[in-house]
């Protein structure tokens, strides 16, 4: 097949040794990386088509900052098992056994892992054959007796090759049954923070879901009435949580934060075998990447349907060789479906400021966002010949906290925020609608979308301290994340109590008839 001057012009563009696959290259390529059928292949809330029967292995959201209250650290999140309903009992949420959940760090610019961490999940349970609670009593402890059920976990990190375990059976956070069952939860969390050897800290278990957003977007962008905009859908979630503060140093190229500031940071979830379809199950004895995760929004709203499981058993490195995903960052589908609902023209392509926010980092030599921002090649000891484009969410650790975080982040001048690593407070749904309509390469917020899907912030507020996530909720999500029923609920709870007690009462009054 020829390739036009445009798709040319494009390759150059990413880069040198882009390869272009044809339709037969291609259909072969995604028979190797798509795994076989049962195996759930996806993340952030849901978003590929295999995903909604394996929430253990679906990851939710990645969140890399510089630590706020300790800035020679940076601080890494990922959640998984998204829409946690907090009364989901008798089981609750845990952690996958058979499963890997790893964040990984590229600090060269080559699309792989430089350091991984890994955690591996064990349960324990103290009576299986005569309780059927999580807890039989009120749990102070995270090795209180009362708890029934547990998960402990081993952290590894791998660097260059190299393993190493640095925490063995620490025991994770349990869900947060409830105010009966655990009375002082905040302490239960604290206890599951642990510190790390050489430096940083580790947590592991149930957290609020600190994602916010209006997610009726995807009923056709709110059906074209903005005024259907505003309610935060993930409201009163939860979801299962890890999350690192490490030093610097440690991520760095050679271990120089000063020269070598920038680090792309995504997570996986690795799976045995390649036809399991629920957590519980095991088959194959190789580990699979059946998930991934880096900037938010990418695999739900840029990759094609037809791609979304394949991308997800894809590493980084390997992004550039998948033309059909390339050419949607390029020239992507969004703005043409707000431009048909809305009369928002839509920017024309190629979105070479796209590909920079995605792909390659932003850096004055990268394309038309005119900064050095989070780029790999600001590395001053990166090979800039084995830079290749990749999927990441990149990360400048020179960048000092912000003072005061706007929620747009860089888009507002605030530098440290999305699409510069990922704070809590980004509201990435409104950056991600700004930037793909053109604003980071304009320098102006688009008008007519500038209040986005009308959620600012997160339902409650997030911590100052180490792991800085809410704690669970525990109130109904039915009932609204107060927690709060309406009077006439409640009037209609008593009137059903009163009921039931009249039958009961009634049919203790006609088994006594019956024996008389």
Excluded at 25 to 39: D, N
Excluded at 83 to 104: C, T, V
Excluded at 165 to 178: D, E, F, M, Q
Excluded at 460 to 465: A, K
């Amino acid at each position: 097949m020829k390739a036009t001057p445009a798709a040319s012009g494009r390759r150059r563009l990413l880069d040198h040794s882009l390869l272009v696959l044809g339709s037969g290259a291609l259909a072969t390529a995604l028979a190797v990386l798509t795994l076989g059928p049962g195996v759930s292949s996806a993340s952030s809330h849901r978003e590929a088509p295999l995903i909604a029967g394996d929430p253990r292995a679906d990851n939710t959201d990645v969140y890399a900052f510089t630590s706020p209250d300790k800035s020679d650290t940076v601080t890494l999140l990922a959640n998984w098992i998204p829409f946690e309903e907090p009364n989901g009992g008798p089981n609750f949420y845990a952690f996958g056994e058979d499963l890997r959940y790893n964040i990984k760090i590229d600090n060269t610019g080559d699309g792989n892992a430089d350091v991984t961490y890994t955690w591996r999940f064990k349960n324990q349970t103290r009576d299986a054959a005569n309780q059927f609670l999580y807890n039989t009593g009120q749990v102070t402890t995270l090795d209180d007796p009362d708890l029934n059920f547990r998960q402990v976990y081993d952290l590894i990190e791998t660097c260059r090759g190299k393993s190493k375990v640095l925490l063995s059976n620490v025991p994770a956070a349990p869900s947060r049954v409830g105010p009966a069952s655990m009375p002082n939860y905040a302490s239960l969390r604290a206890q599951a923070v642990r510190s790390l050897p050489g430096g940083g800290k580790a947590f592991a278990g149930q957290a609020e879901d600190p994602f916010f957003a209006d997610l009726r977007v995807f009923d056709l962008l709110y059906g074209g009435d903005l005024s259907e905009r505003g309610q935060d859908t993930l409201a009163g979630y939860n979801v299962n949580s890890v999350a690192l503060q490490i030093p610097k140093t440690r991520l760095a190229l050679n271990n120089n934060a000063s020269r070598n500031p920038v680090v792309g940071i995504w997570s996986t979830t690795d799976r045995k075998g390649v036809q399991v379809s629920d957590s519980r199950n095991k088959r194959g004895d190789q580990w699979k990447q059946v998930s991934r995760l880096g900037n938010p929004l990418v695999n739900e709203v840029v990759v094609p349907l037809q791609y979304k499981d394949a991308f997800n058993t894809l590493n980084p490195s390997q992004d550039r060789t998948v033309q059909p995903v390339v050419d949607k960052v390029l020239d992507p589908i969004l703005p043409k479906l707000i431009q048909k609902v809305y009369g928002v023209p839509a920017p024309p392509a190629p979105r070479n400021d796209l590909v920079e926010i995605y792909l390659t980092g932003i850096c004055k030599a990268c394309g038309p966002i005119k900064a050095d921002l989070n780029a790999h090649r600001l590395n001053r000891d990166a090979n800039p010949r084995k830079i290749v484009p990749a999927e990441e969410l990149r990360l400048n650790m020179a960048v000092p906290p912000a003072a005061n975080p706007n929620r747009y982040g860089v888009l507002a001048g605030d530098l440290a925020g999305f699409p510069n690593g990922r704070r809590l407070t980004d509201d990435v749904i409104d950056i991600s609608l700004q930037a793909v309509e053109g604003a980071a390469q304009t320098g102006q917020l688009v008008a007519a979308l500038a209040d986005g899907d009308k959620v600012d912030a997160n339902e409650v507020p997030f911590g100052t301290s180490f792991p800085y996530l809410a704690l669970p909720h525990t109130k109904s999500v039915n009932s609204g994340p107060s927690g709060m029923t309406t009077s006439k609920e409640k009037s209609a709870a008593s009137l059903g109590g009163v009921g039931a007690a009249l039958m009961v009462a009634a049919g203790w009054r006609m088994r006594r008839r019956a024996r008389a």
